[in-house]
């Protein structure tokens, strides 16, 4: 039944998140927590995650748009691996950072999402505003994602044992298969979809998860 109930998550967290550009995280992980210690929640839903938008970036990548990716990706990526850390060395806490448009958006998305996973709401409300086509808005948003995917799960293998991924590898496996089908879903969807329904979405979304995070639900 744990299993089941992952994969529903996993599969309609993908598809109905495709164009928002974020979500599938901050729903998965939580109901991976009720299954396992909180590391390695965040650990197995990074790893799910991370697959998943590499196929999500086989099936946009052609949209990418290199300039973002180059300002607010890279940053990400750095400030990623420093969030992650986070996970084992306290200490870290005491940083703090300036603001200042892509490169500082990206610092702190990757940042939250190395700490909680977070770094998608953050990052959709950056990438939104700069009036990409729905095709780049979603290409580029999932290629910044990998990249900050593959910061963290440098970190997060600390939890993700041989034994810890022998024991559950067929969740792995069909977590991540019903996230790829959901993410094919919304790719041969997006065709219908106008940029002005993503943008709803995107609004619609962030004020949900505004709404999660302050009712203690995430």
Same mark, same amino acid.
């Given at each position: ?10 599969g309609?967290a ?39 938008? #590499?196929? *999500? +970036?086989?099936?946009?990548?052609? $949209? ?5 990716? =180059?300002?607010?990706?890279?940053? %990400? ?6 969030g992650?850390l ?5 200490? #870290?806490? *005491? +940083?703090?950072?300036?603001r200042? $448009? ?5 610092? =702190?998305?990757?940042?939250?999402? %190395? ?6 709401a ?17 290409a ?5 994602a ?13 939890s ?37 329904l ?8 962030l ?11 995430l």
């Amino acid at each position: 039944m744990d299993i089941f109930f992952i994969c529903v998550i996993a599969g309609l967290a993908s598809l109905t998140t495709f164009y928002s550009g974020f979500g599938l995280g901050t729903l998965l992980m939580p109901v991976m927590a009720l299954f396992f210690p909180l590391e390695v929640a965040v650990a197995l839903t990074a790893l799910v995650h991370f697959l998943t938008n #590499l196929f *999500k +970036l086989f099936l946009t990548y052609r $949209h990418i748009e290199w300039h973002i990716v =180059l300002r607010f990706g890279v940053p %990400g990526f750095i400030m990623a691996f420093i969030g992650a850390l986070l996970e084992w060395h306290p200490r #870290l806490k *005491k +940083l703090s950072f300036g603001r200042d $448009h892509l490169i500082t958006g990206g610092m =702190l998305s990757g940042f939250f999402g %190395g700490l909680a996973g977070f770094q998608g709401a953050l990052r959709s409300m950056f990438l939104i505003r700069f009036n990409l086509s729905k095709e780049a808005y979603i290409a580029t948003g999932v290629c910044i994602a990998s990249l900050i995917d593959l910061s963290r799960m440098s970190v997060y293998s600390i939890s993700l044992s041989k034994q810890l991924l022998g024991e559950n590898l067929h969740l792995i496996i069909f977590a991540t298969c019903t996230a790829f089908l959901g993410a094919y879903a919304g790719n041969v969807w997006l065709k219908k979809v106008t940029i002005d329904l993503v943008q709803r979405i995107v609004a619609v979304s962030l004020v949900l998860f505004a709404l999660a995070l302050g009712s203690g639900l995430l």
